[in-house]
């Protein structure tokens, strides 16, 4: 009798989750590496504090069970002040996959001294992947996040990259259009994609270092389009006039806010990378060279953007502190989803292929993700815009695909 329980019990028991998994297979590389007790553990999630939080448990569990004596940190840098004989580093990343991308290594030599010859076994990489069950896509996701919704077609085509875009009313209806910056011309598109106006940039002459990749700014204040391709030494000031893109005066440096005073910038040569110059910017934090920098007027004072080739965003609202969010790729934009003029970030991720990114709306309160989205390709440019002149905004995308060439894209809050 006690026999056929346990048998029936046993094929009731449900098979462990991704989570589990997870946590399974990074703690049994931690002890193939030979990792020593105390053992310090850091885990990340970027935009999914509640997915970190269940797999801190389930891992810290599994090195309980294994003699390990773990502690959760954090940050890795508290190791060797609490003690700790090992460090282990997770990330977790959600992109079609769940994965666990990290080290294990020893805190008295690798981490802090830089000795060549270690006492224990040397630092060894840490990854794990498993498909994501419904436990994991539930707690990557606020309850009470809107949806993103990714437009089936794309509202506009290019065989080559777009370097930039910007939204704003530029015929005066009060309504936005959708300015994209390419490789070879500024072009104007309504709501649906479908061009307005587009002038060639082969007149201007070209930059003396031109930058590796596709890459430049648009901004749109008071009706007038600010344009300045890295390709070119450079830039225009543009007006819509009867279907056609009008120059007006010539751009030193790249415009990147309204103001006043406008905020200017300065293009790194030969890299796609630019700096905040001239009046107006507060002191920024010292840190990489930015491929990003928006602004965008609010009540309380501009919120500025600036967006680091090391993956991180610094934010800040009027005259606020400087926030920082990680995980954020080349494309991201402040955004009102709801239309009650709550802001929110939308980003794209750091760690994108030619073939797939994600979109991600973040709080500004702490980073946590309200939602997200699969794109195919690399997204890297995001603007939006409440395409129907007032209430919730969109998100336009300019993507690069795999061919070389790129896309416009849409996505709208499911409510």
Aim: charged content about 20%.
């Amino acid at each position: 009798m006690r026999g056929a329980l346990l048998l029936c019990l046993l094929a009731q028991a449900p098979d462990p989750g991704a989570l589990e998994a997870l946590a399974d297979g990074v703690c049994s590389q931690v002890r193939a590496a030979g990792a020593t007790a105390p053992l310090a553990v850091s885990v990340t999630a970027p935009g999914h504090p509640a997915l970190a939080q269940a797999f801190s448990t389930l891992l810290l569990a599994r090195l309980s069970a294994a003699g390990l004596g773990p502690r959760v940190l954090d940050s890795p840098e508290e190791a060797r002040a609490g003690g700790a004989r090992a460090l282990l580093r997770v990330r977790l990343t959600l992109d079609g996959r769940l994965a666990a991308a990290g080290d294990v290594l020893p805190t008295w030599d690798n981490l802090f001294s830089g000795r060549a010859q270690p006492h224990g076994k040397p630092a060894a990489v840490v990854f794990v992947e498993v498909a994501p069950d419904g436990a994991v896509r539930a707690l990557a996701r606020a309850p009470d996040a809107p949806a993103l919704l990714l437009a089936t077609a794309p509202l506009a085509e290019w065989p080559v990259r777009t370097a930039a875009l910007a939204t704003g009313d530029l015929d005066g209806d009060g309504r936005p259009e959708v300015a994209v910056l390419t490789e070879d011309a500024v072009e104007v598109r309504g709501r649906d994609g479908r061009l307005l106006a587009r002038r060639p940039l082969l007149l201007l002459p070209p930059a003396e270092v031109p930058a590796r990749e596709t890459f430049g700014t648009l901004c749109i204040c008071g009706g007038l389009l600010y344009a300045f391709s890295a390709a070119h030494a450079g830039g225009q000031v543009l007006a819509l006039q009867d279907g056609a893109l009008v120059p007006l005066l010539p751009l030193s440096r790249p415009v990147v806010g309204c103001g006043p005073p406008r905020l200017e910038a300065t293009l790194l040569p030969g890299v796609a990378r630019l700096a905040p110059s001239g009046p107006g910017w507060p002191s920024v934090p010292e840190g990489p060279a930015a491929w990003g920098l928006a602004v965008r007027p609010a009540a309380a004072g501009p919120g500025l953007l600036l967006l680091r080739e090391d993956g991180t965003a610094l934010l800040r609202m009027g005259s606020g502190p400087w926030q920082t969010a990680s995980g954020v790729g080349a494309g991201a934009a402040l955004v009102d989803m709801s239309g009650d003029g709550s802001l929110r970030l939308a980003a794209s991720g750091d760690g994108a292929t030619a073939g797939s990114d994600s979109l991600r709306l973040l709080r500004l309160e702490d980073g946590a993700a309200e939602g997200s989205v699969d794109v195919p390709g690399r997204i890297v440019q995001v603007a939006a815009a409440a395409l129907e002149g007032r209430g919730a905004e969109a998100l336009l995308l300019g993507v690069w695909l795999a061919d070389g060439g790129a896309q416009l894209r849409l996505v709208r809050g499911a409510r």
